[in-house]
Structure formats: structure tokens, C-alpha cells
């Protein structure tokens, strides 16, 4: 016997919507607990600095002032999120120690009874900075002179030994000197804030030797695996409260806040409560890479794209974050859904001066989007077909093999644009509707 | 400066605060109080989350000295949550799922409430004009707009199906 449906092809409340409505729904920053102590950061004024040296004299006589925190207080100061899943380097540091790479870097914790205490022992922190020699675009990041962002003496993170991430299919220098047509472009992309609508925060409690720790990260296993790590100390000792996020959209899977609020909560046995100012969301938090991309195609005079040349720079900002991981992705998408017998891709995770890049909707994946959807247009002018007709033509199938030997089995680029083609009231050509996803007659197009 | 005592009404009742120099009301609601329904996006005029009613009128709460509020009549959604179920705005909200993360939608709903009972039947340039000071980072406004419609005609007696 079969129960019959109850939620499928209905609407369900959700289950948070009174919550929601009534203003009961618990964010991390609506607690409070008694004692509560506020932390706010001392960030670095200039873009790249050495640091000198930390003056706390005037902010410790601030009324309120509990105590500072410094680089020499962290466990573990120098981390990677990504070490969780075998990434290397440890690369960013919690606080500060010799060097700050971007306008923004904390450099000391202060930790007080009262927010306006903080704020007010911040702004007596004297700072001694050296400035340096700043980089901010990621092809000026990779000449030869370059200031150098990294601890290992150049600006990109290296993938096996490799200052890329590479797909090689083919030959595509051949089929350059074949192709009828060559079609280059080169596309920019500006960094984006996420712009959660609540900032990021946490609040960190002691409790028996135990830290609960109520926070709005979208990935609570992240922050506290890594606190876990930056502390030294055993992840039982820590209990993540989460799930209640007031919009992330990727700008909230960084373990920014939780390992210094825990520490601070640790240092003096209370309550510790870490928000973002607005203007730190903005201008601390990571946000989506800049991207740079230069495309260079070989086309047949009849449409068909022999040769797709890709190299492709992200603006990983001063550390890495999730990037390394963008660029991964990036290169196994960059050709786009299109099946092309010779490919080339080169992606650079690129560390330059600029704050932080991390995870945001389709990360790795947009930009390619962006570049090669505007690209097949320009191709299309180029030998005279219309922007659907040069799509169907190059559309991949299933039995397609893609650049990094995957072969396609879920395609649906010819559905979806017979779908959209009709939902815009475009006519295809009686062969576009016949056309579909399924393996061609004679398996892969080859050519290679 | 010397801490003063502010006195205001706040969902029928008067309250009493002592508050240092530049407390504002958002701080008081949700730090001296503990309403936190009223939120904190951005403190600085720009999100709207922390919309509340003074006297009937939709404002910033983060951008509001707490002695401008003093012998006014504010209104929090706490205050307009009724002791069962819910307000007919509240409940326009749920029914066209017009939140995500639901974090803009406590300002949301004070200033519906506060646009229907100015205008109990606005059109769509009124809506538009009443939400241009809230953000919603997620929903694209589109269902918000239509649970102001739909909380319209609940209200007003004839329950209208909203405009897709
Ligand atoms: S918190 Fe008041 S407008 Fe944003
Ligand atoms: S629902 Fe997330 S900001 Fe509106």
C-alpha cells in the first residue's frame, strides 16, 4: 500500500515562517548572555605594511578595556579553511604577526565590557606600520618585480608544482592553423559583495570547559573543525549552534569570527559577542574574485569551434580562502557546454593586495559563463550565424568527452534551449527541434 | 555626559530607560529591553530592518535618539503580534512566502502595516514608494509585493488572489 502524497506538488508552510514573521526567530546576534563581553578588531590602515610594533598603553586605560589580544595568543595562528580537505599551504593568519597584505587585515583583538569601550580602545591603538609597495591587479601581480604578497616568493597558489590550474585536450596550436576564423577576447569582472543582509557574527559562551559557540556561519562543521585547529583544541570541546542565517550567498562559509571570539571567551572565562559593523561586511569580508579572461578561439567558416584557448585570472585577493578551489572548478568548465576536440585551459589563482576572495553563487563557474556566452556571440557575428544557430551547432551531447576527461552524460543544452526558445517565442529551424542531447551516431566528434 | 531617564510608550505600556548620551532606540529595544525582533542590518539608515512605529509613522529606529522617542507611542513587532495567531500582515507574509532568510522581514512587516493603515488599498507605485527604504538581500521583492496585496484585501474584508 502506498501512502498517499502529502507534500509533494503542494505548498507547505515553512516550518520557520511564524518565527520569521513574529521577529521570534533566534539570529545569532539576538543572544545575550550574562557578562557578555564585545570584541572589536584593530585593522590595518595600508594596503601592505610590515609591522613594527603594537602600542595598547592608551587603550588599556580606557574604561570598560578587558583585555587585547595578539598573534602571540593564537594557538595556531597561520591556517587554511581548506586544510580540512588537504589544501596547502596555511597561508592567512588569524591576527596579524609581521605583515599585513590587505587594507583591513586584523591585527589586534580587543576585547571590553561594553561595544563603545571596544570601539573606543581600538581607536587608541597605536600602530607602528612600515608601508609597503601594494599590487592590485592580478596581471601586474605576476610580473617579474612585483611586490610579493605570499610567504613563498610569488603571487599565485600552486597547484602540483604548477602556477595554474591546466586542461589540455588536443592540440590547439594546429587547429589555430586550420581554423578559418580566430576570434580572441578579453573579459573583466569587478569583485562582488555578497551583501548579506544580516552581517556575519558570532557570539562564543563558556561553559564548563566547554564553548558554545551560536554563530551564522553558512558551514558550521568548517568553523569548527578550523577553531578546532587554530585553538589546539579538541573538537568535543566545542558546541557550534547554527542553521540561522540571515543570507550568505557564500560570504558566509569563512571561519573568520569564530576562532578569535572562542579564544577571547577562552582568555576570560565570559561571553564573547563578534558582529561585523556594516562597514566591515563590506570591506573585510571576502567577497566574489575579480576575474580576468582572455579567450582565443579557432572557428570553421561554417561555425564550428575547433580550438578554445582559455586563460583565465582570479583576483584571490591577500589569501585564498575557497578560491583555490574556484579555480578547480573554473578550469573544468571553462570551455563551456560545447564540444570542441582541442582545448587549452590555464587558470591562475592570483594573490594580489586587495581584501580576501572567497565562495559566492557559482563561484568559478559565473565569470567563465559571462566571458565564453558573450564570446559565442562575437563568434557568431564573426561567420555570420545567428546566436542560437551557433550554440546548436557546437552544443555538447552525451558520449561527449569534456576537456578533463569527463564524459558527458547529463546534458541538456539542446532542451534547454528548445525550452527557451519557445518560451520567448524564438523559431527554431525544423533541425533545432529535432535535435537532442542523446549520443551522436557516431559516438564522440573526435577530431583528436 | 550624565545618563538621563527616558519615558515612552511601547505596545500600549510605558516604559521607563536609563540611557546614556546617543543610546538610540534600536539599542534600547534590543539591548535594554530584549526585543530583538527589531533588527540590526546596518545602524546607519540604509537596510530598513530595524523599521518601527512611532506614533503610526514607519522609521529607522537605529537612526533615532532615544529622547526624540520620549512620551511617544512606539511600536515594535512584538507589540504587533497578537496574544494568538496572527496579524493579517503577518499572516499575507507566510502565505506568499515572502521571505527567505527572513532577516529584512520584521521591518517588512511594520512598514505594511504602517503603508495599509495610511492607504487600505495602495496601488503598485504606493507599494514601491512605501518599501524603498527596506532591503531584501534574498526574495526580489516580488512575493513582499504581493503579500502587501494580498494583506489588503484580507484586510479590508474581501480577500483578493494577488497579481502574478
Ligand atoms: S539597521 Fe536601521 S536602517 Fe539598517
Ligand atoms: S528575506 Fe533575506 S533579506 Fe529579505
Not at chain 2, 527572513?102 to 495610511?118: E, I, N, Q, W
Request: hydrophobic share 40%; charged share 20%; with cysteine.
Amino acid at each position: 500500500m502506498t501512502a498517499p502524497l502529502e507534500v509533494v506538488g503542494r505548498s507547505v508552510e515553512r516550518s520557520d515562517a511564524v518565527g520569521h514573521v513574529t521577529g521570534r526567530t533566534r539570529f545569532a546576534a539576538d543572544r545575550a548572555f550574562p557578562g557578555m563581553l564585545h570584541l572589536k578588531m584593530v585593522r590595518s590602515p595600508l594596503h601592505h605594511a610590515r609591522v613594527r610594533g603594537i602600542d595598547l598603553s592608551e587603550a588599556e586605560r580606557v574604561p570598560g578595556f578587558v583585555r587585547a589580544l595578539t598573534a602571540a595568543d593564537v594557538p595556531h595562528n597561520r591556517y587554511t579553511i581548506l586544510s580540512l580537505i588537504g589544501v596547502e599551504p596555511e597561508e592567512e593568519f588569524v591576527l596579524a604577526e609581521d605583515r599585513v597584505r590587505f587594507k583591513g587585515e586584523a591585527i589586534v583583538a580587543i576585547v571590553a565590557e561594553t561595544e563603545e569601550a571596544a570601539m573606543e580602545a581600538v581607536a587608541k591603538v597605536r600602530l607602528d606600520l612600515d608601508e609597503l609597495p601594494a599590487v592590485f591587479d592580478v596581471e601586474e601581480a605576476l610580473k617579474p618585480g612585483a611586490p610579493i604578497v605570499t610567504h613563498w616568493g610569488n603571487n599565485t597558489f600552486m597547484y602540483e608544482g604548477h602556477p595554474c590550474r591546466r586542461v589540455r585536450l588536443g592540440d590547439v596550436e594546429a587547429a589555430f592553423a586550420r581554423a578559418d576564423h580566430i576570434v580572441e577576447g578579453v573579459y573583466n569582472s569587478s569583485p562582488i559583495e555578497h551583501a548579506p543582509l544580516e552581517t556575519t557574527g558570532c557570539i562564543a559562551v563558556p561553559e564548563g570547559g566547554r564553548f558554545t559557540v551560536y554563530t551564522n556561519t553558512q558551514a558550521l562543521y568548517f568553523s569548527l573543525d578550523n577553531t578546532s585547529i587554530i585553538l589546539q583544541v579538541p573538537g568535543n570541546r566545542l558546541h557550534f549552534i547554527g542553521g540561522t542565517v540571515g543570507g550568505g550567498f557564500g560570504g558566509k562559509v569563512d571561519v573568520i569570527v569564530e576562532p578569535i571570539a572562542t579564544l577571547a571567551a577562552m582568555k576570560t572565562g565570559r561571553p564573547v559577542r563578534f558582529v561585523y559593523s556594516r562597514s566591515e561586511e563590506m570591506q573585510v569580508s571576502s567577497t566574489r574574485s575579480a576575474w580576468r579572461i582572455y579567450l582565443k578561439d579557432g572557428v570553421t567558416a561554417d561555425g564550428r569551434i575547433i580550438a578554445r584557448k582559455v586563460t583565465s585570472y582570479a583576483d584571490s585577493g591577500a589569501y585564498s580562502r575557497q578560491t583555490p578551489y574556484a579555480l578547480t572548478k573554473h578550469a573544468a568548465n571553462a570551455a563551456g557546454p560545447y564540444a570542441i576536440p582541442n582545448v587549452s585551459i590555464d587558470a591562475y589563482c592570483v594573490y594580489t593586495n586587495r581584501q580576501p576572495t572567497s565562495a559566492m553563487r557559482g563561484f568559478g563557474v559565473t565569470m567563465a559563463s559571462f566571458a565564453l556566452e558573450v564570446q559565442m556571440d562575437r563568434i557568431a557575428e564573426t561567420v555570420g550565424l545567428d546566436p542560437w544557430s551557433i550554440r546548436f551547432l557546437n552544443a555538447y551531447r552525451n558520449g561527449d568527452m569534456k576537456p578533463h576527461r569527463k564524459l558527458a552524460d547529463d546534458a541538456t543544452l539542446i532542451e534547454t534551449m528548445q525550452a527557451a526558445a519557445a518560451l520567448v517565442g524564438h523559431e527554431l529551424t525544423a533541425e533545432q527541434q529535432a535535435m537532442t542531447s542523446a549520443p551522436r551516431a557516431g559516438g564522440d566528434p573526435g577530431g583528436r | 555626559m550624565a545618563s538621563t531617564i527616558v519615558t515612552f510608550e511601547l505596545g500600549g505600556r510605558e516604559v521607563e530607560v536609563l540611557v546614556r548620551p546617543m543610546t538610540t532606540l534600536q539599542s534600547v529595544l534590543r539591548n535594554q529591553l530584549g526585543q530583538t525582533a527589531t533588527k540590526d542590518g546596518c545602524r546607519q539608515g540604509g537596510c530598513g530592518s530595524c523599521t518601527v512605529l512611532v506614533d503610526g509613522e514607519p522609521m529607522a529606529s537605529c537612526l533615532l535618539p532615544i529622547e526624540d522617542v520620549a512620551g511617544r507611542r512606539v511600536t515594535t513587532l512584538e507589540s504587533l503580534t497578537p496574544a494568538e495567531g496572527l496579524h493579517p500582515v503577518q499572516q499575507a507574509f507566510v502565505d506568499e512566502y515572502a521571505f527567505q532568510c527572513g532577516y529584512c522581514t520584521p521591518g517588512m512587516v511594520m512598514l505594511s502595516k504602517a503603508l495599509l493603515d495610511h492607504d487600505p488599498a495602495p496601488n503598485d507605485e504606493a507599494i514601491g514608494q512605501a518599501l524603498a527604504g527596506n532591503l531584501c538581500r534574498c526574495t526580489g521583492y516580488r512575493p513582499i509585493v504581493d503579500a502587501i496585496r494580498h494583506a489588503s484585501g484580507a484586510m479590508s474584508g474581501h480577500d483578493t488572489e494577488p497579481v502574478r
